[in-house]
């Protein structure tokens, strides 16, 4: 199963991006092998809107079925929903923590937006 | 002959300078008619209270999916520069309020799953104030797509006199939208870094559109001496210098327009005039 984490650079020590649609970057980490990628969101990163929108597209497009990230808005969060994507919060970590934490339960599913649109 | 009042940075005095000169012109018998095409907050009205007399609902066009006939090939998810579709695993999901209504996406449809539907953005109300007409238009509480509506605003108040078009501030679509198809832009600023950082962003895109301006200082007594710098070095005219003047600011904030209290500025607003109509000429 694919796991993706918006994430500030490309390595397991790197920050998790507390943004969902204009974090840098996402790791996309496979559960079972443990193996994992980044793949680049820095065209969205600088998109004049709908930017929570297209990374949830990326995401659907690349089989992830379950986010880690810091805050989604309404927007992300409603593709995100419609394709099953499974989203859990989580305060400021590396990925690697975050990915631990999620591994030992310690993350909460998020059932709604936690933020609305362009809360930064 | 339509006139344009622009400005990069907001609060210099566009609509200070609209009203006036529209009560100006008017006040000397001649047809006229003011435009607010700042739809986002309208305000021209205050210091007239027209009849309002008409007014038209506006709509944009946006996509909706017929889901049966969708086969989620995700070509209007492709095309959509705006990300107002996306296409996950044969649903597309629609996000009307980022449309700017090209139609791109109902054309590549392959299937003719999206049909075109509307949503409405504002409205143009029609007013008049003695001989002078008022057009103005609002936007929905809400709604971020302002140039059809301005666009609208303009064709209403498109009349055979003089035509005064208050302009939303920026440099962005909607100003570019309100400046468009005028015959001269005036772009108002103020003697701070501030005034004079809009002001060189508010050139660069008349420039752009290659419609003939000049510049006018509101409050000249303040700040510093570097918009008259810069105008000087760019070969630009100031055609109109207000200055710092507490009844003026009184007037404003009561709601009324300064040349009828203030007279002796109706010689600034006839000057302001010959000026603009030798600069459209040449």
Request: charged share 20%.
């Amino acid at each position: 199963m694919k796991i993706a984490i918006s994430a500030n650079d490309s390595s397991l020590e790197s920050t998790l991006d507390m943004r969902f649609g204009r974090a840098p970057s996402f790791l996309i980490y496979e559960l079972e092998q443990q193996t994992y990628k980044s793949i680049d969101n820095t065209q969205n990163l600088s998109s004049a809107q709908g930017a929570g929108i297209q990374s949830a597209q990326n995401l659907v497009n690349a089989d992830v079925k379950v986010l880690i990230t810091g805050n989604v808005g309404p927007k992300a969060f409603q593709v995100l929903k419609t394709a099953g994507v499974d989203i859990y919060l989580t305060p400021q970590t590396t990925i690697q923590e975050a990915i631990d934490n999620f591994k030992a339960g310690k993350l909460t599913k998020s059932e709604t937006n936690n933020v609305e649109g362009h809360w930064v | 002959m339509r006139i344009a009042i622009a400005s990069g940075k907001g609060g210099t005095g566009k609509t200070t300078i609209s009203s006036n000169l529209a009560y100006y012109l008017s006040s000397q018998g001649q047809a006229t008619t003011l435009v607010d095409c700042d739809v986002e907050e309208p305000n021209n009205h205050i210091f007239f209270n027209p009849a309002w007399y008409g007014s038209e609902m506006v709509q944009m066009p946006v996509p909706e999916v017929e889901a049966e006939k969708c086969t989620g090939c995700g070509k209007c998810a492709e095309i959509c520069e705006f990300n107002a579709l996306v296409c996950l695993k044969g649903n597309v999901l629609i996000f009307p309020e980022l449309c700017h209504g090209c139609k791109g996406c109902i054309m590549v449809c392959p299937t003719s799953a999206l049909k075109e539907t509307t949503r409405e953005i504002g409205e143009v109300q029609l007013g008049i104030k003695d001989r002078l007409n008022i057009v103005q238009g609002v936007l929905r509480i809400g709604e971020a797509m302002s140039p059809p509506l301005i666009r609208k605003v303009k064709e209403h108040g498109d009349n055979n006199g003089t035509v005064i078009i208050d302009c939303p501030p920026g440099t962005s679509c909607p100003m570019i939208q309100a400046v468009r198809g005028s015959d001269f832009v005036l772009l108002v600023t103020e003697p701070t870094p501030f005034g004079l950082n809009d002001l060189k962003l508010a050139v660069e895109t008349i420039r752009e559109l290659n419609l003939p301006f000049a510049v006018c200082i509101n409050r000249s007594t303040i700040g510093d001496n570097k918009v008259h710098d810069y105008c000087k070095q760019e070969k630009i005219p100031i055609i109109l210098e207000i200055p710092e003047d507490r009844e003026i600011a009184q007037a404003y904030s009561q709601g009324r327009l300064f040349l009828k209290t203030l007279p002796h500025y109706q010689i600034q607003f006839d000057t302001l005039l010959k000026n603009i109509k030798e600069l459209v000429v040449c």
